[in-house]
Nanobody, 116 residues
Framework: QLHLVESGGGLVQAGGSLRVSCAAS????????MGWLRQAPGKEREFVAA????????VYADSVKGRFTISRDNAKNTVYLQMNSLKPEDTAVYYC?????????WGQGTQVTVSS
């Protein structure tokens, strides 16, 4: 029932910043933990970050810890990923994800490209 749409990706120089967003429709995400995953060409999807429903807890992959910040605005039914000090290795399609008792929902992803 939920539909997730990622946006905000683009091209950025190494060391730059970008914020991607995930807007949900068709239902509220306010009671569910949310996460971001990413996938580079030829590679498997990898975990990036997650946030609890109340924003009281966050978890980050070691590769992005200290550089990325996940946040959410439940009033807007939206989750964000602020990416700072970007590296070429961060280049990937970034996907928003929510796990619900009856399954999981994914967006179509947004492309982030970091040039050197």
């Amino acid at each position: 029932q939920l539909h997730l749409v990622e946006s905000g990706g683009g091209l950025v120089q190494a060391g730059g910043s970008l914020r991607v967003s995930c807007a949900a429709s068709g239902g509220s995400i306010s009671t569910y933990a949310m996460g971001w995953l990413r996938q580079a060409p030829g590679k498997e999807r990898e975990f990036v970050a997650a946030i609890s429903y109340s924003s009281s807890e966050t978890v980050y992959a070691d590769s992005v810890k200290g550089r990325f910040t996940i946040s959410r605005d439940n009033a807007k039914n939206t989750v964000y990923l602020q990416m700072n000090s970007l590296k070429p290795e961060d280049t990937a399609v970034y996907y928003c994800h929510v796990r619900v008792p009856w399954g999981a929902y994914w967006g179509q992803g947004t492309q982030v490209t970091v040039s050197s």
